[in-house]
Every structure is written in C-alpha cells, then in structure tokens.
C-alpha cells in the first residue's frame, strides 16, 4: 500500500510540473499506463492520487482513467515472444517483481526455448499516456 501511495506523489508531482510548464490549469482527463509488471492495487493508487490531487487549489483533474499494459518479453536467442500470462509465477516473486521488475530474469526463461536472455518489451511502469486539458 505504501508503494502505491509513493507512486501516486511521483505521478502527482509530474502532473503538477507539467501545468506549471505549460500553464495548465484544468485537467479534463488524465489516462495512466499501467505496466502488468508493477503488481500494484490499481485502486489504491487511483484513492491515493484522488487524495492527493483534492488538496490542489491551482489545478484541477476532474477525470482519472487507467490502462493496463500487458507484459511482453522477447527472446534474444530464437525471436519468440511471449506474454505473462504463458507462464506461472508464485505469488513470493510477482512480489519481488512489484518491487524491481528488473528481478523477473531471475524468475522467467523463454517458453520456447528456456534461454534467460531476453528483452522485457512492454508491461513496466507506470507512465501518464492521455493528457486532456480544458474545461469540464
């Protein structure tokens, strides 16, 4: 819960930077990534954002959307790609994996070949994809 709510400041304080970058003062819609690979409770860091973002008296985000992108890995020895759902992890190393996603080639080889070399190419994260400005 705490890594939520640490999330949600690092997203706040981004959106904070950006209005006062380009003088924005009212969010319509704010749409977030978030990457598979984070294992995080999505509703509590939409509870902490919104917590957050209702203590602001210069902007205001009247709409927060959230998008779960898929994790997808690609093998570096034989081309295959793969998605999280082709294989099982224990509920100890997606923990690990919540943490550093870093940490999922200790876990995970190539389900085609079992090669440990490969790419994560999508699915890590957590990134603000869909900005709308304006009033409500």
Known sequence: ???EWSLAQA???ALKSYSKRNKISVYREVTLSIGELQNIDIEILLEALENIIHEWKEVKIYNIKY???????LCKECGYRWRLDE???SDDERE?????PELI?????????????FSIVE???????????GDK
């Open 105 to 117: 080639h200790a876990f995970v080889r190539c389900v085609k070949c079992g090669s440990p070399d």
């Open 11 to 13: 997203i706040a304080e």
């Open 1 to 3: 819960m705490v890594h």
């Open 123 to 133: 699915g890590r994260g957590i990134k603000i994809s869909r900005i709308v400005v």
């Open 67 to 73: 998008e779960v992108e898929r994790a997808e890995f």
């Open 96 to 100: 690990a994996i919540h943490f550093l």
């Open 87 to 89: 294989m099982s992890l």
